[in-house]
């Protein structure tokens, strides 16, 4: 059986021991996982600050944004190899990972390498005391050794987000994938080997997070900083373990997202745009819309339409072209978001479709599929209207008045995303404005430029990545200031 090993000073090794890799949508075992050894993150962390300081130091800007273009080219090549392999470790349709997970990876290289030859720093004329005159201007250095931590919904998109940016201003990282997720993250060092991208600048170690290289990595002395996405609870636990160090954080994490739908909406699109904000991906993604708040007066048509188009999604076997929902990751967060379902019912919910577990009579009955489900008439204190999901399911809500609505939408520990849809754009705007997120959609929703600011409020995270808000989390600013 196939070993997805370690990737440490550019070589491939082995850990202590192997720890299985389970297809989500019929539950075999499809690969064992070489899980590093504390000794092992050890080496990955001294040679990535080696590395820092070899041949990687030397390379200018224009030939580090140069071999990040070549490894969006390695990634393209092996295409079908990271496509193949996303599927295997998520049980995401085909379709959904050579749209997005893997051409995002590619561009996410890209779109950094771009940005770094083309970004400027900021400069000032001061004036001084004595009426004379000081200039202030920044340059930018690698910040060192950046510890990347990842989740399994989007493996290799998710990664590559970090990785991309913490590259490009010229730090070297080792990145801790999910145990769910291991593969792509170590195809990529293949990638990063046809790059030129040299030993020790790129390190990968398998492993989980309590007791493993997840918290082997982030209590490690050597790690300059962490760049962590998953859920809130595991931040909470990462910042207590990088305290005593001091390390920078970067984190994004959960949330429990809310749509707003306005009567004045264009009803079909928007129906087909909730669709993909409550079961892309099976849900399990942050950005999803677990609560769907509609005007009272289109509430009943609504609600059917959403029925409809949640009934009608295709859950085949991932690697099927015409599949367009998949199971979700593991047993584990099978039995999690069951629980939801089964809560929901306690809490005194209606189901308006799904709330179980469909039946193929094949190996799929071994997967970890649950059936789309969408919950009205609960309370907006109920525990599944409050607390994260991560599954293809939402509860929606009637409203009558805009700041209600804007109300019910705030009115949550978390605040990463958002999206109102209405066609009148002073409203999209106004409410817009008034949602306490780190990111807010009219009309769309997931719809990218990777210049822009991503990232969470309150329970969903510290700090922003894109764009410029990357290369600075991943730079050393020094200010020098010299009088004239
Ligand atoms: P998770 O927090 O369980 O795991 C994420 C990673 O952290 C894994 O690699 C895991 O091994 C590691 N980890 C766990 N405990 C650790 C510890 N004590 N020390 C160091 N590392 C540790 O998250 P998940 O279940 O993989 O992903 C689902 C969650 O991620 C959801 O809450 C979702 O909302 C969130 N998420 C957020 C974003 C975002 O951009 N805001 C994106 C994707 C997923
Ligand atoms: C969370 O599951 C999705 C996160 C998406 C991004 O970080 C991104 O850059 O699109």
């Keep these: 059986m196939k070993v997805i090993q370690n990737y440490i000073d550019g070589h491939f090794v082995s850990g202590k021991q192997n720890f299985a890799d389970i297809n989500p949508a019929d539950g075999s075992v499809i ?64 379709s959904l990972a050579s749209k997005l997970d893997v051409p995002r990876a590619a561009a996410n290289f890209r779109v950094f390498a771009d940005l770094l030859k083309t970004s400027g720093m900021e400069a000032f004329q001061t004036e001084t005391p004595d009426r004379s005159n000081a200039l202030n201007y920044a340059v930018r250095k690698p910040l060192g050794v950046i510890g990347i931590i990842t989740p399994w919904n989007l493996p290799l ?41 040299p030993p020790g600048v790129y390190n990968v170690v398998h492993g989980f997070g309590s007791g493993s290289a997840g918290e082997f990595l982030t209590q490690h002395p050597g790690v300059d900083a962490i760049t962590f996405t998953g859920e809130s609870k595991t931040g909470s636990a990462i910042m207590k373990s990088v305290a005593s160090t001091v390390k920078p954080v970067s984190f994004e994490l959960g949330g429990k997202n809310a749509a707003i739908v306005f009567a004045d909406c264009e009803f079909e699109a928007t129906v087909d745009g909730l669709a993909d904000a409550v079961f ?30 949640a009934e ?30 089964e809560l929901a019912r306690e809490e005194g919910a209606s189901v308006v479709t ?30 599944c209207v409050k607390e994260e999901i991560f599954g293809p399911v939402c509860h929606i809500t009637a409203f009558d008045s805009e700041d209600e609505a804007i109300a019910m939408a705030n009115d949550t520990k978390y605040g990463l995303a958002a999206s109102i849809w209405t066609s009148n754009l002073k409203r999209g705007h106004r409410v817009a404005q008034q949602m306490s997120v780190g990111i807010t ?24 990545e894109g764009g410029m808000h990357s290369l600075n989390f991943y730079s050393e600013l020094n200010n020098i200031c010299i009088k004239l």
């Excluded at 990040?68 to 990271?82: N, S, V, W």
Aim: charged fraction near 25%; hydrophobic fraction near 40%.
């Design 354 to 383: 799904g709330g179980g577990v469909p039946e193929f009579g094949d190996n799929r009955d071994h997967g970890f599929y649950v059936q789309p489900t969408i919950y009205t008439g609960l309370s907006e204190s109920a525990r």
């Design 280 to 309: 892309l991906n099976s849900g399990q993604v942050c950005l999803c819309a677990e609560r769907v708040y509609v005007e009272r007066k289109i509430f009943s048509p609504f609600v059917e339409a959403l029925k409809q188009k």
């Design 31 to 94: 690969a064992q996982v070489s899980e590093a050894s504390e000794s092992q993150v050890d080496e990955a962390v001294n040679a990535a600050r080696l590395a820092l300081h070899g041949e990687w130091r030397g390379i200018g800007v224009r030939e580090r944004a140069a071999r990040l273009h070549r490894i969006a080219d390695a990634i393209e090549k092996r295409f079908d190899c990271f496509v193949q392999a996303e599927v295997a470790d998520t049980g995401k349709p085909i």
């Design 441 to 464: 959609w009219v009309n769309c929703w997931f719809l990218r430029d990777l210049r822009t600011p991503f990232g969470g409020a309150g329970l969903s995270g510290i700090g922003r």
């Design 157 to 197: 998109l998710l990664l590559t987000w970090k990785v991309a940016p913490a590259l490009a201003c010229g730090n070297t990282v080792v990145v801790k994938p999910s145990e769910e997720t291991p593969a792509t993250a170590t195809l990529l060092a293949e990638a990063m080997q046809e790059a030129g991208i």
């Design 312 to 341: 009608s999604l295709r859950s085949g076997w991932p690697s099927d072209e015409k599949t367009n929902f998949g199971p979700l990751i593991s047993a584990e967060h099978c039995k999690k978001v069951l629980s939801y379902y």
